[in-house]
C-alpha cells in the first residue's frame, strides 16, 4: 500500500486561479459569452492542471488495459474469453479498431495485460503487469484477493512511471479489453449508487433480453454473497472488479499524481476511474469524460463523478476508441481558450 | 430560376450498392457489431456519397455566409448589427473563433457576403455576394424580394462553383454571421413545423427574458403579416429569409448537385439547408448534421430532416464553429470504415 499512499498524497488540486484566469478570458473572448459550451470548461479545467493558459497536448497516449473476467462461466458475454487475448494480439498488430481512432487522433497505443488468461510471450511490446490469469466467478467468491486488487492498482501506477521515463506525456486515454467486464462494471457502480441492477445492466457486446436476465441474476448473487463495502473501494474492486478495471485505477491515479489529466473512455474504464475517484477524490480534478455509453449503467457512473461526456454517439466498444474520438475535442478547448482574440485584443489589433 | 433548376437536377441520388457494401464491411470488423454507433452510418453515407469505402477528404472548407437583418429594428438581438461586418474584418484577420476552430480542425475557411449592411473594399479576400445591404424588416413587408431570395441561392451556388474552379472540394461545412438571424431561422421553422413559436424562439446570443418575448411578438407579427407559403420554399426565404441564409441554401444545393457532402452548423445553418432541402429533397442525402445547438429550435429542425447531429456541446455560436468541429469525428468515421479489420483479414494477416 506504500506506493498508493505515496501516490494518492502527490495528488495535488489544479490550480483555481489560472481557471479564473481562463473563465475571464473565455469570457471576454470576441463571441458571445458562453457560446461554445462544455469546451470552455475543459479548456479551463487544463489551464488550471498545467498551469498555463496555453496548453499544449503535444504527446498523447491511450492506455488499453486487458483482462479476463471468472464471471465468464455465467453464461453473461457473447463472446467466449479467448477473444481477450486474440484482441491483445490484434492491438499489437495495429489493425483493431483503437488503433484506427488513435492513430486519427495522432495518439499513441499502449496495451498492458493486467490479468489475461494467455502466457503471452515476454517479448510481446505490450506492458506485461499480469497479476493472475482471470479474475474468479465473483458469485462463488471475491473475483480477486485484497492483495491482488492492491497489486494491479499498483501495477496501473507503474504504467504511468515507465511512460514517463521515455519521453513527456501530456494527456491519457484510458481502455479496456476484457470479455466478460461489463458485469463487474455493473457491479461496481450498484454499490456506489446503490439502485436496482435492473437500471445498471446492460447488453454488453450484444447478449439478447434472456443472457440480460442471467447476467443480472449473477450480480444479484455475486453483490449478495459478497457485501463489498463501499467506504472500502480496495474491497470492492477485490470482490466484484477485474484486474483490468483495477490497472485502469492505478493509470488515473498515476496521471493524476503526475498533473496529467486522463480521459475516461466507456463504461469500464469508467468503472475505474470510479475506483480512483473513491481512494483519491482529488483524482477526479484529472478527469475528463469522453463519451456518453450504449451500457445503461454508465450515465450514473458520470452523474456520480459530476463528469459531462463530450460525446454521444452510441458508442459500446471500449479499448479507448471513446476516449481517442474526443482527443480532438480537447485539443480544440486548449485552441479556443488561447487563440480566439479577446475584443480588447481584436481592438489593438484595429489600432495597429 | 434557369441555373438553379439545372443544379437541382444534377443532384443525383448516392450509391446505394456502395452504401451496402459500407455497412456489410462494418459488420464484419473485428468489434462487436454497431458498436461504433452513429460514426458508422456517418462512414458508409460517405463511401456511398464518394462510390468508394476510402474516402478521403483532403480538401475540408468552411464557407461562412454574413447578412444584415431589418427584424433588429425590433429589438430581437442583444448586439447591435455593426457587429455583423466588424466579425467579417474579423475572419479575415484569423482572430475570430471560426478560424481558430478550423485551422484546428485542417479546414479552410472562406467568408462570403450575402447581405452585410456595409461597403466591403473589393480587395477584401472574401466572396463578394452581396444581394443587398441586410434585409428589410419582415414585421411591415416581406424580408426580400423573391428576386433577391432568388439571386442568394443563386449567389451560394456560384460560391461552390467559384472554389471548385480553383481546387477539388472535400467536404463543404457551413457557417453564419448576421446579428438578428436567430429570429428568421425560428421562423422558418415555424413554417415547416407548425409548432408554437414559444417552443421554437431561443435566446440567441443571449437576450433575456423580456426580449425574449419581444422577439417572439415580432415572429407573430411577421408571420401573419407576410403568410409564407410551406409550398414554395423561396416564398418562404423571401418573405422571412435571410440573404446569407438563401446563400446557404445554395452552397447545399451547389455542393450536392457537385456530389460534395455538406456538414451543417447550427440554427441558422441548419434554416438554410431545410431550405435547400425543400428545393431538392435528394441534397438531403448529401447533409450531415454537426451539432444539437442550445437555440431550443434546432432539434424540430433536424427531427424535420431526419439528421442526427454527432455533437451536443450546449454550442450556441454559429460562423460555422460546430462544423469545423465535427469534421475530425467526420475524418474518424471515413477511416474506421477504410481501416479496421475484418475478422477475416485479421485471420487473413495471422496466417501469413
Given at each position: 500500500?506504500?506506493?498508493i499512499k ?11 486561479k489560472?481557471?479564473e484566469?481562463?473563465?475571464e ?11 461554445l459550451g462544455i469546451?470552455?470548461?475543459v479548456g ?13 497536448l503535444?504527446n498523447?497516449i ?6 479476463d473476467?471468472?464471471?465468464?462461466a ?11 487475448h486474440?484482441?491483445?494480439y490484434?492491438f499489437v ?14 495518439a499513441?497505443v ?6 489475461v ?11 506485461h503487469?499480469k497479476v493472475?490469469?482471470?479474475?474468479a466467478?465473483f458469485t462463488k467468491?471475491?473475483a480477486?484477493?485484497?492483495a491482488e ?6 501495477n ?17 486515454g484510458t481502455?479496456d ?12 457502480i450498484?454499490?456506489?449508487s ?8 446492460g447488453k ?18 455475486g453483490l449478495?454473497?459478497?457485501?463489498p463495502?463501499?467506504?472500502?473501494p480496495?474491497?470492492v474492486?477485490?470482490?466484484?472488479g477485474g484486474f ?7 493509470v ?7 498533473g496529467?489529466p ?12 470510479l ?7 482529488l483524482?477526479?480534478?484529472y ?7 450504449v451500457?445503461?449503467g454508465?450515465?450514473?457512473?458520470l452523474?456520480?463523478l459530476?463528469l459531462k ?5 452510441k458508442?459500446?466498444?471500449g479499448?479507448?476508441?471513446?476516449a ?7 485539443d480544440a478547448a486548449?485552441r479556443?481558450?488561447?487563440e480566439i482574440?479577446?475584443?480588447k ?5 484595429d489600432?495597429?
Amino acid at each position: 500500500m506504500d506506493l498508493i499512499k505515496k501516490v494518492i498524497q502527490n495528488i495535488k488540486e489544479p490550480d483555481i486561479k489560472i481557471y479564473e484566469a481562463a473563465k475571464e478570458r473565455l469570457r471576454h473572448q470576441a463571441r458571445p459569452a458562453g457560446s461554445l459550451g462544455i469546451l470552455e470548461d475543459v479548456g479551463a479545467r487544463l489551464a488550471s492542471i498545467f498551469k498555463t493558459i496555453d496548453v499544449q497536448l503535444t504527446n498523447k497516449i491511450i492506455v488499453t488495459c486487458a483482462g479476463d473476467h471468472g464471471i465468464c462461466a455465467e453464461g453473461v458475454s457473447l463472446f467466449p474469453s479467448d477473444v481477450t487475448h486474440q484482441m491483445v494480439y490484434n492491438f499489437v498488430k495495429g489493425g483493431a479498431s483503437i488503433n484506427v481512432i488513435a492513430r486519427h487522433a495522432g495518439a499513441e497505443v499502449v496495451v498492458a495485460d493486467l490479468g489475461v488468461d494467455w502466457d503471452f510471450e515476454p517479448d510481446l511490446p505490450i506492458f506485461h503487469k499480469k497479476v493472475q490469469r482471470g479474475t474468479a466467478n465473483f458469485t462463488k467468491g471475491p473475483a480477486m484477493t485484497r492483495a491482488e486488487a492492491v497489486k494491479s492498482l499498483k501495477n496501473g501506477i507503474e504504467i504511468v512511471e515507465e511512460l514517463l521515463g521515455k519521453k513527456p506525456v501530456h494527456i491519457i486515454g484510458t481502455g479496456d479489453m476484457g470479455i466478460g467486464n461489463t458485469t463487474p462494471s455493473s457491479a461496481i457502480i450498484a454499490v456506489y449508487s446503490k439502485l436496482p441492477l435492473e437500471q445498471l445492466t446492460g447488453k454488453g457486446t450484444g447478449i439478447d433480453e434472456k443472457g440480460l436476465r442471467k447476467k443480472i441474476d449473477a450480480l444479484n448473487r455475486g453483490l449478495a454473497f459478497n457485501v463489498p463495502d463501499p467506504n472500502d473501494p480496495i474491497d470492492v474492486l477485490s470482490k466484484v472488479g477485474g484486474f483490468e478495471i483495477g490497472g485502469i485505477a492505478g493509470v488515473v491515479l498515476g496521471a493524476a499524481a503526475h498533473g496529467i489529466p486522463v480521459v475516461c473512455d466507456g463504461f469500464i474504464s469508467t468503472a475505474g476511474a470510479l475506483i480512483a475517484c473513491e481512494l483519491a477524490p482529488l483524482a477526479g480534478k484529472y478527469l475528463f469524460a469522453s463519451h456518453n455509453s450504449v451500457e445503461t449503467g454508465h450515465r450514473f457512473m458520470l452523474d456520480y463523478l459530476r463528469l459531462k461526456p463530450l460525446l454521444d454517439l452510441k458508442l459500446r466498444l471500449g479499448e479507448g476508441t471513446g476516449a481517442a474520438l474526443a482527443m480532438g475535442l480537447i485539443d480544440a478547448a486548449t485552441r479556443i481558450l488561447f487563440e480566439i482574440k479577446t475584443f480588447k485584443e481584436v481592438a489593438i489589433d484595429d489600432a495597429q
